[in-house]
Structure formats: C-alpha cells, structure tokens
C-alpha cells in the first residue's frame, strides 16, 4: 500500500500491521469462511473520506461500504446523538 503524507513524500506502509495481523489471525480461526475478506484490512475508525486501521495508518476510503455512505464517516450531524458519544463510524464494511 502507498499512502502520501502531508509533505507529499509518498511512504510505502507495512500493512497488515502487528496489532492486524493479531486480530486477523483470530478472525481466521473463528470466523466462517462463508465471511469473505476483500483486504486485510481491520478498521479503527473513520473520519470523513479517510479512515484508519488499529496500527495508526490512514487510508482514503475509496470503497464506501456496501451502501454509498454519502456523509463520509462520523460526520457530526449525524453522530450528534447523545448516545454516540459523537466518536462512532457510521458505517463498517
């Protein structure tokens, strides 16, 4: 994977990260296999068109899930619910 920084160097990540690669293992051995993964890719959070992995890295997400989620996610009109705490992805794919 190639992500761009701030100071537009481009930096090739090592993902699946160490703390992915642990939760990817578990989800292996109990997950049925009928679940298919598209990437190895495990979800931190999200924020807008961006979101993160549990090892800290960003990605652009260019998949939107499985509806288009045309919010981005968190947006804060619609996690504005006092339940949410306002820190909630609207949409995991």
Do not use: C, W
């Amino acid at each position: 994977m190639v992500a761009t920084t701030t100071d537009h160097t481009i930096t090739r990540l090592n993902v699946p990260g160490p703390k992915a690669q642990t939760i990817l293992e578990r989800d292996r051995a109990v997950v049925s296999h009928a679940y298919g993964r598209v990437a190895d890719f495990v979800m931190s959070h999200g924020l807008g068109s961006q979101v993160y992995d549990v090892d800290g890295n960003r990605f652009i997400d260019f998949v939107s899930g499985i509806a288009v989620n045309s919010t981005g996610h968190s947006h804060p009109h619609v996690v504005r619910h006092p339940a949410t705490g306002g820190k909630v992805s609207t949409h995991l794919f």
